[in-house]
C-alpha cells in the first residue's frame, strides 16, 4: 500500500513562487512515475506534470511549461513541483500520484490520465492573488 502526503501549498502573489512535496511511504515509490495533478474550483482535474521513476525523463502541460519543475528524490521518498512566475490561473487543489505498479521501472511515462495513477494523496491548496 502506498499512501501519499503532500504539502507546500499557501497563498502567493501572482509572480511568486511556491515548492510543493509529496512524500510516500511505501517501497513501491522509487520505481513508478510519479505526476502531479490541479483541479480548480468547478473544473475536472487536469495533469500538470509527471517524471520517470529516474528522474530521467519529465513531461508537462503546455500551460506550466518553462514554469513549473518536477523532480524527485527517491532516497527520501519524496517527489518536488517548484512552480515559478505563478498565475492566478494555477489557482487549484494540486495532487501528487503514484502510477501503477505495471509501470515499475518503465524508461517511458504513462498517458497523461487519472487511469493510469493508482495512488493518490490527499491535495494541498495553491491560491493566487492578482
Known amino acids: 500500500q502506498v499512501q501519499l502526503v503532500e504539502s507546500g501549498g499557501g497563498l502567493v502573489q501572482a509572480g511568486g513562487s511556491l515548492r510543493l512535496s509529496c512524500v510516500a511511504s511505501g517501497r513501491i515509490f522509487s520505481s513508478v512515475p510519479m505526476g502531479w495533478f490541479r483541479q480548480a474550483p468547478g473544473k475536472e482535474r487536469e495533469f500538470v506534470a509527471a517524471?520517470?521513476?529516474?528522474?530521467?525523463?519529465?513531461r508537462y502541460t503546455d500551460s506550466v511549461k518553462g514554469r513549473f519543475t518536477v523532480t524527485r528524490d527517491n532516497a527520501k521518498n519524496t517527489l518536488y513541483l517548484q512552480m515559478n512566475s505563478l498565475k492566478p490561473e494555477d489557482t487549484a487543489t494540486y495532487y501528487c500520484a503514484a502510477a501503477a505498479s505495471s509501470y515499475r521501472y518503465s524508461e517511458t511515462l504513462p498517458s497523461s490520465t487519472q487511469i493510469q495513477y493508482a495512488y493518490w494523496g490527499q491535495g494541498t491548496q495553491v491560491t493566487v492573488s492578482s
Open positions: 517524471i520517470t521513476w529516474n528522474g530521467f525523463n519529465t
